[in-house]
Antibody
Framework: QLQLQESGPGLVKPSETLSLTCTVS??????????WGWIRQPPGMAPEWIGN???????YYTPSLESRTTISVDPSKNQISLKMTSVTAADTAVYFC????????????????WGQGTLVTVSS | AIQMTQFPSSLSASVGDRVTITCRASQGIRSDLGWYQQEPGKAPKLLIYAAFRLQSGVPSRFSGSGSGTDFTLTISTLQAEDFATYYC?????????FGQGTKVEIK
């Protein structure tokens, strides 16, 4: 069974870079049957999609974060990474990594499973 | 960006009730709509994808319907473990967007 586990600093200073890693177990991140994404959820609010990265390493981001966000993959470590520069208090949230399944001949199955999430607080 | 308007934002219901939650897209999204359940302190869980397809392992009391701009999630007979917050997601057009959520509380 595929499992995702986020990791990274829980506290980041304003203007610095947030760096998170998602380690995938129970399957290869290089499978052609899926791609990967990051989602965040500020306390008490709805989830917000951050971006997706496909197997060809092309990526899409939500416009408000695109200029300072990068998602990448490291197949040798079976990991997906998220980097967000110039963070502010508004970036305080629980960050989740997720999978999008793309079964052949069928529509996509979005965001299943999710990692357990990691809380990142931006504060000096 | 496509706006997803979800309503009601909260509702009170009793075990055994039938519950319906609605999500409206600001433009047509075909059937590219998912529903998620989130319990406090946990990650969201996929219930429904492609507007009406039940994810494996999800109880059959959950059902989804709709296409285009108007969608509904129905819980036919509410159980104690269903008290949670529910979100819709459109994945037709980037940026993918969530609704603001519906909190289902115990009456």
């Amino acid at each position: 069974q595929l499992q995702l586990q986020e990791s990274g600093p829980g506290l980041v200073k304003p203007s610095e870079t947030l760096s998170l890693t998602c380690t995938v177990s129970g399957g290869s991140i290089s499978s052609s049957s899926y791609f990967w994404g990051w989602i965040r959820q500020p306390p008490g609010m709805a989830p917000e999609w951050i971006g997706n990265i496909y197997q060809d390493e092309s990526s899409y981001y939500t416009p408000s974060l695109e200029s300072r966000t990068t998602i990448s993959v490291d197949p040798s470590k079976n990991q997906i990474s998220l980097k967000m520069t110039s963070v502010t208090a508004a970036d305080t949230a629980v960050y989740f990594c997720v999978r999008v399944l793309t079964p052949a001949g069928s529509g996509w199955i979005p965001f299943d499973p999710w990692g357990q999430g990691t809380l990142v607080t931006v504060s000096s | 960006a496509i706006q997803m308007t979800q309503f009601p934002s909260s509702l009170s219901a009793s075990v055994g009730d039938r519950v319906t939650i609605t999500c409206r897209a600001s433009q047509g999204i075909r059937s590219d709509l998912g529903w998620y359940q989130q319990e406090p302190g946990k990650a969201p869980k996929l219930l429904i994808y492609a507007a009406f397809r039940l994810q494996s392992g999800v109880p059959s009391r959950f059902s989804g319907s709709g296409s285009g701009t108007d969608f509904t999630l129905t819980i036919s007979t509410l159980q104690a473990e269903d008290f949670a917050t529910y979100y819709c997601l459109q994945y037709n057009t980037y940026p993918w967007t969530f609704g603001q959520g519906t909190k289902v509380e115990i009456k």
